[in-house]
T-cell receptor, first 113, second 111 residues
Framework: EAGVAQSPRYKIIEKRQSVAFWCNPISGHATLYWYQQILGQGPKLLIQ????????DSQLPKDRFSAERLKGVDSTLKIQPAKLEDSAVYLC???????????FGPGTRLLVL | KQEVTQIPAALSVPEGENLVLNCSFTDSAIYNLQWFRQDPGKGLTSLLLIQSSQREQTSGRLNASLDKSSGRSTLYIAASQPGDSATYLC??????????FGTGTQLKVEL
């Protein structure tokens, strides 16, 4: 069974530029999550989708971050404009349904200069 | 707001030793608790999931326990091996189905 796919794996941008990350969850998984993991910290949930609807985006900085999950499958996370403090690993995860085991992708490591 | 603490932050042990990693949380109203492993530059791998009605789960050399009343969980690793070296994270699913992570314990198993 294919796992969660993410791209790109690494991205270096300058502050105030925009960037987008892509996630393809495990086939059939209804729930998709985006996390931000800053160096030395645990992952922090940014947004959770159930199919193509948003369940929780309370910790998403909506002035600069946006995410969508069209057709309830793939998802993209965008940052515009990026700040230095956005440097982190962005992890995508999926689960068959809410409260079930989450399966994580390899993450996208973002460095904002 | 759920607070999750993991102690110690880092641990180094010789190969073959049994060890315990600790996780404490402030809000006992949880649905489940998971232990994850994270290798450098990689995503997270779920090791064990304990439902709130359960006390423990076992998988191979790993055993995780859950005590909701005291707000604690432990991950026991038996006969540690160098391949066990990684960062171990506990995470709880609470209200709103949100997964809250601890900061992790970085484990190094030396030959």
């Amino acid at each position: 069974e294919a796992g969660v796919a993410q791209s790109p794996r690494y991205k270096i941008i300058e502050k105030r530029q925009s960037v987008a990350f892509w996630c393809n969850p495990i086939s059939g998984h209804a729930t998709l999550y985006w996390y931000q993991q800053i160096l030395g910290q645990g992952p922090k949930l940014l947004i959770q989708f159930q199919n193509n609807g948003v369940v929780d985006d309370s910790q998403l900085p909506k002035d600069r971050f946006s995410a969508e999950r069209l057709k309830g499958v793939d998802s993209t996370l965008k940052i515009q404009p990026a700040k230095l403090e956005d440097s982190a690993v962005y992890l995508c995860a999926s689960s068959p349904d809410q409260r079930e085991t989450q399966y994580f992708g390899p993450g996208t490591r973002l460095l904002v200069l | 707001k759920q607070e999750v603490t993991q102690i110690p932050a880092a641990l180094s042990v010789p190969e073959g030793e049994n060890l315990v990693l600790n996780c404490s949380f402030t809000d006992s109203a949880i649905y489940n608790l998971q232990w994850f492993r994270q290798d450098p530059g990689k995503g997270l791998t779920s090791l064990l999931l304990i439902q709130s009605s359960q006390r423990e789960q076992t998988s191979g050399r790993l055993n995780a326990s859950l005590d909701k009343s005291s707000g604690r969980s432990t991950l026991y690793i038996a006969a540690s091996q160098p391949g066990d070296s990684a960062t171990y994270l506990c995470a709880l699913t609470g209200g709103g189905n949100k997964l809250t992570f601890g900061t992790g314990t970085q484990l190094k198993v030396e030959l």
